[in-house]
C-alpha cells in the first residue's frame, strides 16, 4: 500500500473518531509530535513535584501535610502512566528522562516560578491544576488512545487537587489579616503565569493548524484561556479577593469575560531558560537522576544475579 | 490534677506518635527526589503511613490530656502536640531523625525501624487499651508492607555491586549505634508494660535481631553485633538533627500561633 494510501486511512480514522493505536500506522510527524507533546506533558507532571514539594516539610497542620504529600504523590503517578504512553510510541523512559535533562524537552513553565508561602500551595492547586485540567479534559478525547486512556485517569485525580487548592485559600481568605494578604499576594503572583500556561495565541502557535486536524488538540489556546478565565473570575468572588487585571470585565455581549494582555515577553524569557527558578527546577532533576545512579544499577544487578541463579538452580 | 499513671500513658502514647512523625517527615523529603519514580511514590506512601499513625496517636494523646486537665482555655489537639511542643519533650528515638543521607542510609533506617515497629504492634495489638490496640492493628498492615520493602531494597543493595554493598557497610556504621535504644525502655514504657497497655521489648528484642540477622545473611551483610550505642533521644536528649527538624516542621504554626490552616 502507498504511503498516500495509508494517510487517508489514517486520516479516515481520526475523522471518525477512531482511536490511533500504538501498532497502528501513523505519519512519522504525528509520531513526532505525539512524542514531543506526552514526554512533555510527563516532564511536567514530575517536575511539578518541586515547587509544591518544597512545602511538604512546612506544611501548617498534620492534615494539609498529609493531602499535600499525596497529592505530590500522585503527581509522580501521572508521570508513569505518560511515561509509559510516551513508550508506546517507541522511546524509553530513559532517552525521554535525558532529552529533559539536556534541556531538549520543555516541561510548563509555570513551575518555574517560586513557591514563597503556603497560600501558593493553595493557589498552584487552585489556579495551576485548574488551568491544566481544561487542557486535560479536552485531551480525553484526543485521537491518540494511550494519551486519551491516560487523561481520564488523571483528570480524576486532578479535579480533587483543584478543590484542595481553592479549600486551602478558604481558608485563609476568612483568617487572620496576614492570612488574608497572604492569600491576595499569591494569587496575584499566579494569575498572570497561570494564563500563560495555555501557551501563545493560536496566530503565534506553530503547530496549531496540523494538531488540530489530527485531533491531537481539540480546543485552540486562546479558547481554553477564555473558557479558564470565565471560570475564575466567578469562583474568585467567594474567596472575595481580585485577580490582578485592571481590564478584566464581563461582556454581557459576548457572554465572555474580557481581559488584559498577558507579557509576552516574560513568557518567551521563561520558555528559554530565564525564569526564577529554571536553574534549580532542571539542577535538582538533574541531581536526583545522577544520585540516583548506583542504586539503578545496583538493582539492576541483584535481578540480573537472580535471574542467574534461578537458572542454575 | 491529672494522676501520674495517665501520665505516664499519654506520654507512651507520644513517644509512639514522636517516632512516627518524625521518620515519616524524614522520608517526606525524598518526595520528588527518588532515585527512580516508582520508589519516590514507594518511599512517599511510607511517609504518608507513618504521618497517619502519628496522627492516630496524637489524637488519642490529646484526647486523654483534654479528659485529664479540664482546661477550656487550652485544648489539645493533633496539631498543638506535634507543633506547639519543643525539642526537650519530643520522644522519638534518635534513629529516626537521623539525616537521610543516601538511599541506602535512608533503607536501612526503614529496615530497622520497620523491623522494631512491626513487632510492636503485633504486640500492641492484645493490648487492654483498646484504643491502642485498634491502632496498633490497623498499623501493622501497612507496617508488613514497609517491613516487607525495605527488606527487599536491603538485599538488593547489599547483595547488587559493590559499591552498593559498600554504601551499605557505610549506613550500617553510621546508624547501627542508634539501634540499642528502640529496645531499652523508657520509664513510661516500663509503665505502661506493667499495666498491660503497653508492650514488653525484652519479648521483642530476640524477634527483632532474629529478623535482622535473616535479612543481613541474605544481604550478604555482616552482623555488627555488640556495639557502643547512644541512647537519650525518648527521654528528650535528641541529636542536634531534631532542632532542625522541629524548626521547619512547625515554622508556619510558630510564625503566625493560633491560625486555622
Not at chain 1, 479536552?138 to 488523571?154: C, D, E, K, N, Q
Not at chain 2, 493533633?78 to 522519638?92: C, G, P, S, V
Not at chain 2, 528502640?182 to 528484642?205: C, F, N, P, W
Request: include cysteine; glycine fraction near 6%.
Amino acid at each position: 500500500m502507498s504511503v498516500q494510501d495509508l494517510e487517508k486511512i489514517f486520516q479516515g480514522k481520526i475523522d471518525d473518531e477512531i482511536k490511533i493505536e500504538p501498532k497502528d500506522w501513523m505519519p512519522e510527524k504525528y509520531r513526532q509530535s505525539l512524542i514531543r507533546q506526552v514526554s512533555q506533558h510527563a516532564h511536567s507532571e514530575i517536575v511539578g513535584m518541586l515547587p509544591e514539594g518544597n512545602w511538604i516539610t512546612r506544611a501548617p497542620s498534620l492534615k494539609r501535610k498529609a493531602i499535600l504529600l499525596a497529592k505530590v504523590q500522585d503527581e509522580a503517578g501521572h508521570g508513569l502512566y505518560l511515561y509509559s504512553a510516551t513508550e508506546t510510541l517507541g522511546v524509553t523512559r530513559e532517552q525521554t528522562i535525558n532529552d529533559l535533562h539536556s534541556g531538549k524537552a520543555k516541561y510548563s513553565s509555570i513551575f518555574n516560578y517560586p513557591t514563597l508561602t503556603w497560600a501558593d500551595i493553595g493557589a498552584i492547586g487552585w489556579l495551576v491544576d485548574g488551568a491544566a485540567i481544561l487542557n486535560q479534559v479536552m485531551l480525553t478525547r484526543t485521537s491518540f488512545g494511550p494519551y486519551a486512556r491516560a487523561m481520564v485517569r488523571i483528570c480524576k485525580e486532578e479535579s480533587f487537587h483543584q478543590r484542595q487548592g481553592f479549600e486551602i485559600l478558604l481558608v485563609l481568605s476568612t483568617g487572620s489579616k496576614e492570612q488574608k494578604e497572604m492569600c491576595q499576594d499569591a494569587i496575584n503572583r499566579w494569575w498572570w503565569p497561570s494564563l500563560m500556561m495555555f501557551g501563545p495565541h493560536d496566530s503565534e502557535s506553530t503547530h496549531f493548524d496540523q494538531s488540530m486536524k489530527w485531533k491531537i488538540k481539540r480546543k485552540s489556546n486562546d479558547e481554553l484561556r477564555q473558557n479558564f478565565v470565565d471560570m475564575i473570575a466567578e469562583q474568585v468572588k467567594v474567596l472575595r479577593m481580585t485577580l490582578p487585571d485592571p481590564e478584566l470585565k464581563w461582556k454581557e455581549k459576548t457572554g465572555h469575560y474580557d481581559f488584559g494582555e498577558i507579557n509576552w515577553e516574560e513568557f518567551w524569557n521563561v520558555v528559554k531558560g530565564n525564569g526564577p527558578c529554571n536553574r534549580q527546577r532542571l539542577e535538582a532533576r538533574r541531581k536526583a537522576w545522577q544520585d540516583g545512579q548506583w542504586v539503578r544499577e545496583a538493582a539492576g544487578a541483584y535481578s540480573e544475579k537472580r535471574k542467574v541463579r534461578s537458572q542454575a538452580a | 490534677m491529672r494522676s501520674q499513671s495517665t501520665n505516664h500513658l499519654i506520654n507512651y502514647i507520644l513517644h509512639l506518635a514522636d517516632d512516627s512523625l518524625i521518620l515519616g517527615h524524614r522520608n517526606s523529603e525524598w518526595c520528588g527526589h527518588g532515585p527512580v519514580l516508582e520508589q519516590d511514590i514507594a518511599i512517599t506512601n511510607i511517609s504518608l503511613d507513618l504521618i497517619g499513625q502519628g496522627r492516630n496517636f496524637y489524637q488519642y494523646a490529646a484526647k486523654l490530656t483534654n479528659e485529664s486537665t479540664p482546661d477550656p482555655s487550652f485544648a489539645a489537639t493533633e496539631d498543638t502536640l506535634a507543633y506547639l511542643r519543643d525539642i526537650r519533650q519530643f520522644k522519638n528515638c534518635l534513629l529516626v531523625e537521623q539525616p537521610n543521607g543516601d538511599w541506602a542510609q535512608t533503607i536501612l533506617r526503614q529496615f530497622l525501624f520497620s523491623a522494631y515497629q512491626f513487632y510492636l504492634y503485633q504486640q500492641l495489638q492484645n493490648s487492654n487499651d483498646e484504643t491502642l490496640a485498634a491502632i496498633a492493628e490497623k498499623s501493622l498492615k501497612e507496617v508488613t508492607y514497609h517491613l516487607r520493602w525495605s527488606s527487599e531494597w536491603v538485599i538488593r543493595l547489599g547483595d547488587g555491586t559493590s559499591e552498593s554493598h559498600q554504601r551499605m557497610l557505610n549506613a550500617i556504621d553510621e546508624l547501627w549505634v542508634y539501634t540499642g535504644e528502640l529496645l531499652i525502655a523508657a520509664s513510661y514504657e516500663l509503665r505502661a508494660m506493667s499495666t498491660q497497655q503497653g508492650v514488653d521489648l525484652t519479648i521483642l528484642k530476640p524477634k527483632w535481631e532474629e529478623k535482622v540477622k535473616d535479612i543481613f545473611v541474605e544481604a550478604t551483610l555482616p552482623w555488627p553485633g555488640e556495639r557502643f550505642q547512644q541512647i537519650g533521644g525518648k527521654e528528650g536528649k535528641h541529636s542536634e538533627h531534631l532542632g532542625y527538624i522541629l524548626a521547619e516542621l512547625q515554622y508556619m504554626q510558630r510564625a503566625y500561633p493560633g491560625c486555622e490552616w
